[in-house]
């Protein structure tokens, strides 16, 4: 996707582009200065001449609209939604407060590393991050829980980013059909179906949790019968391993039934046995499931 702005641009008067954050499936996200208030914020681009779907706009909006009904100390605060037309293209912006720090992908990338009390207290964060989303009227899902989307800022806190994939579960809950959306390494089975469930972010965590322990993508480790075979390949408690297993259990019944539930356990407030069985997962299974 090409860069919609460089450095030093400013944007409906009030907006001076500092740099790229990065960039995905549903706009760019740039550094910026808010000229009013002289606040960093991530400013989140998206070309109606560059748009080769509709779908994104769809997304873009209901992006927008679901941040701003956040209220987490863990999500970037939403600011403003708005658009910008010129007589080449149609712009529409979201700015989000500026989440300080690098994303876990990133500190990876430079060869930074933890151990299993460190990837305990970052999935204690997201869990919680999760709690709230889940508990919403109606549930939020996230639908992309990776290491670039979870920013690690100052005394190891934790921020969750880029809501662009997220889906209020009153609209679409395993309607068949839908756009795929996710990043593949971090999507559970059933979001290859168009399918997402308030369980499927935990798989998300799950992998990422695998990322961070192993520095490789989980889609590069073996599996059987949709299985991810890791045990081998991370040195962490038995008990730790097993919930591991469960975050990442490929049918989403055998999931832990909701992040509070999956927080209980990794807080030692549940036990969690290891699975027993490899019996076949298929596919048909997990397009036929209904979570209702």
Known sequence: MEALHQPGDIIAERYRIIDILGQGGVG???????LKSSQRVALKALSLRQMGDWKVLDLFEREAK????????????YLDYFQVDTP??????????????KSLADLVEIGWRTN???VRRIATQILEILVYLHSLKPPVIHRDIKPHNLIWGQNAKIFLVDFGAVQD???????????????????????????A????????????????????SPSDLPQERLKISFRSRIQ?????????????????KDRFSSAKEALEALRGQRVVAKSKSLAPVSWKALLTYSPL
């Open 28 to 34: 760019i996200t740039y550094k910026a200065q808010d």
């Open 66 to 77: 679901i941040l701003a009904q956040l209220e987490h100390p863990a999500i970037p605060r």
């Open 88 to 101: 080449e293209d149609r712009e529409f912006f979201i700015a989000q407060e500026l989440a300080d720090g």
């Open 116 to 118: 299993e009390s460190g």
């Open 169 to 195: 579960t009153y609209r679409s809950t395993f309607a068949k059909g839908s756009t795929i959306i996710g990043t593949y390494g971090y999507m559970a089975p059933e979001q290859f179906l168009g399918q």
């Open 197 to 216: 469930v308030p369980a499927t972010d935990l798989y998300g965590l799950g992998a990422t949790v695998l990322f961070l322990l192993t520095h490789r």
């Open 236 to 252: 962490v408690s038995e008990g730790f391993a097993n919930w591991l297993e469960k975050m990442l259990e490929p049918d989403v």
